[in-house]
Structures are given as structure tokens and as C-alpha cells.
């Protein structure tokens, strides 16, 4: 088998609908090059990966990776790099959306001397069938944020389609973060000094599958730039957990003082604070912090009873801890219960990462 020169890297979920026309687009757009198509699909339930095999079955330069256990887009694409033999790699979506026609510009473009290159769907002759209004303005705002910390002026910086060479992405992987945002993104801002060449293409629309496109990718955005400004130290899931319980601490002390103005005493309103709070941030964190693992159907009641009773130990130290502090601090509310709080957070954090979305999770079977 001739060694292939180029890699295309397409991470799934629930795309086994699109991988026959994948693989002919690139058949098509590669003709006379040796090149592979390696597939790093996170388990999908509508049998991606054996999709995948099937397609490895008739053509040589077809490889599936599936991964039972880990989740997530960026660490997929890191996968899928690691496992390239190709001397150029191309990152691409499984969504039908990114056109093969352009990676031979893309080549060209890496051949002619470029480090990175890219394709845009804001550029001056790009085409946008793909973008919803809703969409389009969601990537404005993202884009902008994006360049406003880069330093750059990409018209296009959280795109998900691009080329480089295998060399600078297996390097700069180290730097990299297995739960980030966006994986254009965070290979620019690790090398910010190569030159990068945006090229325009046209944005196709989705024929199967569910657009992963969602408002919550500003939040994520978010977290990931919060992230890179702590040089690495606070991962950007550990970040959003903390956003979300800063969010669930209104809820906490409306509910904390509505129960006291009502007659209860302290540790039961700070009690029946905490249980309110802590359902509310178990489902947020599971549409917002782990949107690449997100509990469904059956899944999300029983990781929120798991939850629950995980959290139990942290409920007890909460209130425990809040009321030392409230009779020590002679009533002061808000010093007591913050103090509560940040113990429960701490207990809630690790455990969620271990049992309840990571992936030693005890429900990984249940969707």
C-alpha cells in the first residue's frame, strides 16, 4: 500500500448517514493523490463506526478509530492527528457542511510555504447556505471575541475546517486542551507567529444529523479564552462548572432568603437552598459544561438521582460548615453560606468528573 500524504481527520457522532458521500467527495476532489480518511467517532449509537468499517472493508485508505469511553470534538481531532501518516494532515467535519473540492487548495497553499491554512465562510467569495440567521449572527460575536484575543483578523477564526502539517500539530498538542473550545482556535493561539492563509468555500447545508452549532458555544468560547488567560492551570470545564454554580448561587440565596422570610430557621432554608441549587446546576452543567457527553432520556435521571446522592456528602458539609460560620460570624448570612458553598462546589466538581460525565462514568452504558 503506497504511504498516503495527506490525512483527513473527521471526528463523528451520529453520522453514519454521511460517510459513504464523505469518502466519495474526497475520492473525487483527491484524485491522483494517496491519501487516507481516518474517522474518530465517539461511539455513536446509529452505528458510525461500523459504517465506517463497511467503507474500510472496500477501500485500504479508510481507518475507524472508535473511542467507547472518551467523548469530546478536541480531543477527537487529537486522536485522529496522533494516528495520521500522512505528512499533511486536513481536519474536517462529518456534516456534509465542508467541501472536499477545497483541500487541493489547501495543499497547494501548505506546498507554496504556508503554515496553517484554512477554510473560511466569511471570506470575500465564500458562500453561506449552511448558516442560519441565528447562526450567522451567533459567529459574529464569536469571531470577534475570538480576534479581539488573538490579536488577529481572521475573517473566519472558529472555523472547524483546515490543513497543516502533521509535524506542527503533533507539537503543539502538549499545549493543547482535550476539552477546549475549538480546535482551529486553539492551534492559532499556540502558534501565533506561523502564516496562516484563509481560503473561501462554499457552506454547505446539513443533510442528516443535528446541527451541534448551539448558543452555548459562546459560553464555551468563554471558557476556553478564561482559560488560556490562566496560562492552562483552570481547564475550561472546571471554569464552566464554576460559572454555572455562580450562576445556581441566585437561585441558592433567593430561595435561601425567600425560606427565611417565611419563617424558617437557618440551616433548613440553607438547606432547601442547596437542593434547589444543586438540581438546577446538575442539569445546566449537563447542557453547558459537558455538552460533548450530555446525559439523555433515562441517562439524565438517573446521573441526577446518582448526583443527588453523591452530593449528599456535600450537602452535609455544606450546611454543616454554613451554620459553624453563621453562629460564629453572629448572623452574618451571606459570609456563611458562601462559605458552605464553596465547599460543596469543590466536593461536586471532582465528583462529577469522576462517576457522573467523565469517562470512568458508571452510566457510560446508559446512553
Avoid at 496522533?82 to 457542511?97: I, S, T
Avoid at 496560562?231 to 441566585?250: A, D, E, H, K
Wanted: hydrophobic fraction near 45%; charged fraction near 20%; charge should be positive.
Amino acid at each position: 500500500m503506497t504511504m498516503p500524504q495527506v490525512s483527513i481527520v473527521v471526528p463523528t457522532y451520529n453520522e453514519a448517514a454521511n460517510i459513504p458521500m464523505i469518502y466519495d467527495g474526497l475520492a473525487q476532489a483527491l484524485a491522483g493523490r494517496a491519501w487516507e480518511l481516518v474517522v474518530v467517532d465517539d461511539d455513536s449509537p446509529d452505528g458510525t463506526a461500523d459504517a465506517v468499517r463497511e467503507l474500510g472493508r472496500r477501500h485500504g485508505n479508510v481507518r475507524c478509530i472508535q473511542r467507547v469511553q472518551a467523548r469530546g470534538l478536541a480531543s477527537a481531532v487529537h486522536w485522529g492527528v496522533q494516528a495520521a501518516h500522512g505528512e499533511a494532515v486536513v481536519v474536517m467535519d462529518g456534516d456534509l457542511q465542508h467541501e472536499p473540492a477545497l483541500i487541493p487548495k489547501m495543499l497547494d497553499a501548505l506546498q507554496a510555504g504556508h503554515d496553517i491554512v484554512s477554510g473560511s465562510r466569511f471570506l470575500e467569495g465564500a458562500a453561506e447556505k449552511g448558516l442560519s440567521r441565528r447562526r450567522r449572527r451567533l459567529s459574529d460575536y464569536g469571531n470577534r471575541l475570538t480576534n479581539y484575543f488573538l490579536g488577529t483578523a481572521l475573517s473566519d477564526p472558529l472555523t472547524g475546517f483546515f490543513a497543516t502539517s502533521r509535524r506542527l500539530f503533533l507539537e503543539s498538542i502538549p499545549l493543547m486542551q482535550a476539552d477546549g473550545f475549538k480546535i482551529f482556535f486553539d492551534l492559532v493561539y499556540h502558534n501565533r507567529r506561523v502564516t496562516i492563509r484563509e481560503l473561501p468555500f462554499e457552506f454547505q447545508s446539513r443533510r442528516h444529523g443535528e446541527s451541534k452549532f448551539q448558543l452555548y458555544v459562546l459560553w464555551l468560547l468563554a471558557c476556553d479564552i478564561a482559560s488560556k488567560l490562566s496560562r492552562g492551570m483552570l481547564p475550561p470545564r472546571l471554569i464552566s462548572f464554576v460559572g454555572v454554580g455562580l450562576i445556581g448561587s441566585i437561585f441558592h440565596f433567593a430561595v435561601l432568603y425567600a425560606s427565611m422570610d417565611l419563617g424558617a430557621v437557618f440551616w433548613l432554608a440553607q438547606a432547601i437552598a442547596t437542593v434547589v441549587a444543586m438540581v438546577f446546576n446538575f442539569t445546566i452543567n449537563n447542557v453547558l459544561t459537558y455538552s460533548d457527553d450530555r446525559l439523555r432520556g433515562a441517562a439524565f435521571y438517573k446521573g441526577l438521582l446518582l448526583y443527588s446522592l453523591i452530593a449528599s456528602v456535600g450537602i452535609v458539609a455544606n450546611v454543616s460548615t454554613a451554620q459553624i460560620a453563621y453562629m460564629r460570624l453572629h448572623g452574618h448570612t451571606f459570609i456563611a453560606a458562601t462559605t458552605g458553598l464553596v465547599i460543596d462546589v469543590i466536593w461536586r466538581f471532582v465528583v462529577s468528573n469522576r462517576l457522573i460525565w467523565g469517562g470512568s462514568s458508571i452510566l457510560r452504558k446508559a446512553h
